[in-house]
């Protein structure tokens, strides 16, 4: 049980955040969320500066543009990012956090080298197409169907939820190459590439108003088999390393950056008035504020923990359901914290009064979809219940 | 970094944890209710295995470990529901002579958190030295010339306190200093204990539930109770992470605040404690009302340690003081 960063980890630290501390401020912020040609530009471009600098892909392999350091610089490098505010992953989530790591334990040679480096530089955004209206918690029973005809799939179905989708350039498909097999053994994992004739895409707004996610349609598609990741028919297993990454570790820079909104929402208390008093004079306020530290502190504490024994497998373990169930409803506690500190000013969702509504309450808002998406709490519940603690399967 | 334990720390770990189990199977904690349950041959057992002079120097006497490793043995102590003050005996090696040995005996009262009053101590009977703990001192009082009265029906059968009601002061033996660092250790040790106390109790429930039929099928196919124990396990999780992190924490340079991860440990893990105590309760239906089922130990000793160096309400205060900082 060391805790300690080594002195490497250190120096790596201490350039990082002088980086930082050059580069933050000179991205500026960032653009309004309906702005998606300024949102992608926004997001690629600083995933270009952090390739530029050396700072993407810490745990990549080197032969395809990361820097292939230790676990502990992942996180030193999350704790960094957070700690300066840095921009946020944004449209390159899929690509960065689970399609390019599905890739790096699972693709091919000619895969790897096609599509690691231009996600590291900015170039690829992913979009994941996973879940149809059939086929949601359900993600075994989907429909979308591949028929081989001579190097090609030809694919046809219908996606929904797909977050990026409209700004993707590749997609993580998930089709089904034999109806006849049981579920879960005739599904393929595709890298479908989203400007094939046959691709129709019709936007879906969230609760929040944003376009965020889409519908995708697909008729009579043509995907080259050489797009497959792993074997034809294995796709449920290629699938599950990349639920795996999606739980795991792909909210770690969250995790960490909700210390600092904690405090931000602490310091807003104390600038908000009520009567003659301010929201911070509250004594349970700050206990709330308090417990929720604590909570966060336990959380960032258990992702050293995983990431410690990752460190020796190369992949988050089951543990990282877990950590989902509790990192998720903990921001929706946060970020609720933060609108009833703005009381009445939250009607509205453009600042007024000098407080940041906008910011808290697009937050609240899409803290909604946490504990739905990459698998809704009931869901880990089930996987924590029935493959850690060994209870019988629901049915 | 690397949060794994150490070789060193999993054979200490399994050390005592099979030690614990072997003395102190449910049945006999049932046995040591009946009566006084402080146990002194299980009290030299605890001393011959080091529990109490763990932390002090090998130089006299002790083991030279760190809080970290402390951490590991109380969770098991925790799990074991082990009788006797435990905590204070620990916190008092290398300040009264014999404490390391566990040949003196010795408990405390701390005064400089919320709640002073009433002064009820813990195993009254069984001490030889009383700790007082105040904001600006320690003192030391001789419990065998201390007058106090038994309480008939204790809240946790194996915590039997007595009511103090004049408190003579005592010999001194540290100030502020020492009182501030024997109350963060205490947190520490106390959040151990409720991370032990959280896991048993979630191991019960699942075994219990994968036991228990009805409706022809074992309860723990029930979602609304597969969920609560998935809860009950994600809990005990984040408390072992916050605990062993506060114990590094502690005992290494340059890793954090260590009042910070104490009190945070404190707070996760004292709520996972009663949380666990009480789903479990629940899971076990009728016979988790019994007394002759362990369940209700658990949820008593997870009281009483909610009491014990700061309330999670004190802890969470002060969190929230860093936070604004
Ligand atoms: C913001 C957002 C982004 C998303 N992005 C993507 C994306 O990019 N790509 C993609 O493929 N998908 C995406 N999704 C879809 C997401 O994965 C699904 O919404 C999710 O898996 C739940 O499926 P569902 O919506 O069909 O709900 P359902 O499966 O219909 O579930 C409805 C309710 O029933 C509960 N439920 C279902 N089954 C069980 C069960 N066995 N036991 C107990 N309760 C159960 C659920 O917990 C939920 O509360 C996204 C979703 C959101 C909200």
């Known amino acids: 049980m060391d805790l300690r960063y080594s002195a490497a980890d250190e120096r790596f630290r201490a350039e990082l955040r002088a980086w930082l501390a050059d580069e933050v401020p000179k991205h500026g912020p960032p653009p309004p969320a309906h702005d998606w040609p300024a949102r992608v530009a926004y997001d690629t471009g600083w995933q270009r500066k952090l390739f530029d600098a050396g700072y993407a892909g810490i745990n990549w392999p080197k032969a395809y543009g990361g820097r292939e350091l230790s676990a502990t610089e992942q996180l030193v490098y999350y704790e960094e990012t957070a700690r300066a505010a840095a921009p946020y992953v944004g449209v390159n989530f899929v690509g960065l956090l689970h399609g390019g790591p599905t890739i790096v334990a699972e693709g091919s040679d000619e895969q790897k080298a096609k599509h690691l480096p231009r996600i590291l530089r900015g170039e690829e955004v992913w979009c994941q197409g996973f879940s149809e209206p059939g086929a949601g918690s359900d993600l075994a029973s989907l429909k979308t169907r591949a028929v081989r005809v001579g190097d090609e799939y030809v694919v046809t179905g219908h996606k929904i939820w797909c977050s990026f989708a409209h700004v993707g350039e590749f997609c993580e498909l998930l089709v089904r190459t034999d109806p006849d097999a049981p579920k879960h053994r005739g599904i393929s994992w595709l890298i479908c590439p989203m400007h094939l004739p046959g691709i129709e895409i019709r936007p879906l707004p969230t609760l929040a ?122 921001f929706q506690r946060v970020s609720e914290l933060g609108v009833r500190v703005l009381g009445r000013a939250g009607l509205a969702r453009d600042d007024v009064a000098g407080l940041p509504s906008r910011q808290l309450i697009h937050r609240h808002l899409n803290s909604l979809s946490l504990t739905i998406a990459a698998g809704s709490s009931q869901i880990q519940r089930n996987i924590v219940g029935e493959r850690i603690l060994g209870l019988p399967k629901d049915r | 970094m690397d949060f794994r334990l150490t070789e060193d720390q999993s054979a200490l770990q399994s050390g005592i944890r099979a030690w614990c189990d072997g003395q102190l199977p449910h049945e006999r904690l049932a046995e040591l209710a009946k009566g006084d349950p402080f146990d002194a041959k299980l009290w030299s057992g605890l001393a011959e295995m080091g529990v109490f002079g763990l932390r002090a120097p090998e130089s006299e006497g002790g083991v030279g470990l760190g809080l970290a490793d ?51 101590v813990e195993h009254f009977g069984a001490l030889d030295v009383l700790l007082v703990l105040r904001a600006d001192s320690v003192e030391r009082v001789d419990a065998k010339a201390l007058a106090a009265e038994p309480v008939a ?41 409720s991370l032990g106390i959280a896991e048993m109790a979630q191991e019960l429930a699942t075994a219990y539930a994968k036991e228990r039929e009805q409706f022809g099928r074992a309860i723990g196919g029930f979602q609304s109770i597969k969920h609560m124990l998935a809860d009950m396990f994600v809990r005990q999780e984040m408390a072992r992470a916050a605990v062993w992190a506060a114990g590094a924490t502690y005992d290494q340079d340059g890793v954090g605040d260590r009042a910070r991860a104490i009190a945070s440990a404190r707070v996760v893990a004292g709520d996972a404690a009663m949380k666990n105590a009480r789903a479990c309760i629940q899971i076990y239906g009728g016979m988790g009302y019994t007394w002759e089922m362990p369940p209700h130990y658990y949820l008593k000793r997870a009281w009483v340690l909610s009491t014990c160096f700061g309330t999670s309400e004190e802890h969470e205060a002060r969190l929230a003081e860093m936070l604004g900082a």
């Not at chain 2, 300040?95 to 040949?103: R, T």
């Not at chain 2, 405390?108 to 009820?120: F, Q």
């Not at chain 2, 103090?164 to 204990?193: H, I, K, Q, T, W």
């Open chain 1, 209 to 330: 108003g944003e376009g965020e996610f889409s519908e995708v349609f697909f008729n009579d598609v043509r995907v080259p088999v050489s797009a497959r990741v792993g074997a034809e028919n294995d796709g449920w297993r290629i699938t599950n390393v990349t639920l795996r990454f999606e739980r795991g570790t792909a909210f770690a820079s969250e995790m960490i950056n909700l210390q600092r909104v904690l405090g931000e929402i602490a310091a807003l208390a104390k600038r908000v008035t009520r009567h003659d008093a301010t929201a911070w004079d509250d004594a349970g306020l700050r206990r709330e504020c308090g417990h929720l530290l604590a909570e966060l502190d336990a959380l960032w504490a258990m992702v050293k923990r995983s990431v410690s024994e990752a460190a020796q497998s190369g992949m988050p373990g089951l543990e990282g359901s877990a950590i989902k169930l509790y990192y998720t409803e903990l």
């Open chain 2, 70 to 120: 402390a951490a590991l043995v109380f969770a098991e102590l925790g799990r074991r529901l082990v009788p006797g003050p435990v905590a204070w005996t620990h916190l008092a090696a290398g300040l009264v002579p014999g404490a390391a040995s566990g040949e003196t005996v010795v408990g405390g009262l701390d005064l400089a958190g919320a709640l002073g009053e009433p002064h009820l």
């Open chain 2, 153 to 193: 029906t204790p809240l946790d059968p194996l915590t039997p306190v007595a009511h103090v009601r004049s408190l003579p002061s005592g010999e001194r033996v540290g100030g502020a200093d020492l009182a501030a660092r024997l109350r963060l250790e205490g947190a520490a040790l106390v959040a151990a204990l």
